[in-house]
């Protein structure tokens, strides 16, 4: 069983449309999270919500926006998409208690053309 | 202070080398060190990690050793395998921060055979 699953893989689309991006996570972890990962590697943290609370928003468009329906899923929609936005999008959960060990998803390769 | 540098940006090994990757922070109140190991096409896995209150932790050819002092630990790849080219994260969390994890800035590693 995938613990942590993403929806879709690929996202190929124009500038200027809205996309969703869905993650599940099947270990019973409170915390989830999103990542932004550009073409250099780098890892940086877009959100995270605790029991469907949003407890961390770093700086991020107000574009993005984080929905989390419960505590297995945490949704990532963004608006009005551009070409700076084409990166892997991971999603994560922690259970806090394991140490704070986070469990990716596979990504989503998103290309705005 | 909330950085976690890490050096270097990428680092080729022959087969049956030695590879090390090194971190450093400035947050002393940062309790717990973990390293990732991220594959082309995959989402960072936790690969091992460390608290402050021991100087060395290994797991088979993987050992972190952490200077609490300097406030640097760095990863050692002991007889390094093509199997092991990815690229390597360190980060940095306190336990009273929902374990928000802070990124190093990765390491691509790539072993000669």
């Known amino acids: 069983d995938t613990a942590v699953s993403q929806t879709p893989k690929y996202l190929v689309t124009q500038m200027g449309n809205d996309k969703s991006i869905k993650c599940e996570q099947n270990?019973?972890?409170?915390?989830m999270y999103w990542y932004k990962q550009d073409s250099k590697k780098f890892l940086k943290i877009m959100f995270s919500y605790n029991n469907k609370e949003l407890i961390i928003n770093e700086t991020v468009p107000n574009r993005f926006s984080p929905k989390s329906p419960d505590k297995a899923h945490l949704n990532l929609h963004i608006n009005s998409l551009e070409l700076g936005d084409s990166a892997v999008y991971f999603c994560?959960?922690?259970?806090?208690?394991?140490?704070?060990?986070?469990?990716f998803g596979p990504g989503t390769r998103l290309l705005v053309l | 202070q909330q950085q976690v540098k890490q050096s270097p940006q990428s680092l080729i090994v022959q087969k049956g080398g030695i590879s090390i990757i090194n971190c450093a922070y400035e947050n002393t109140a940062f309790d717990y060190f973990p390293w990732y190991q991220q594959f082309p096409g995959k989402g960072p896995a936790l690969l091992i990690a460390i608290r402050p209150d021991v100087s060395e932790k290994k797991e088979g050819r993987f050992t972190i050793s952490f200077n609490k002092s300097a406030k640097q630990f760095s990863l050692h790849i002991m007889d390094s395998q093509p199997g092991d080219s990815a690229t390597y994260f360190c980060a940095a969390s306190r336990g009273d921060s929902n374990y928000q994890l802070i990124w190093g800035a990765g390491t691509k590693l790539i072993i000669k055979p």
């Open positions: 994560a959960s922690s259970g806090g208690g394991g140490g704070g060990t986070q469990y």
């Open positions: 270990l019973g972890h409170d915390t």
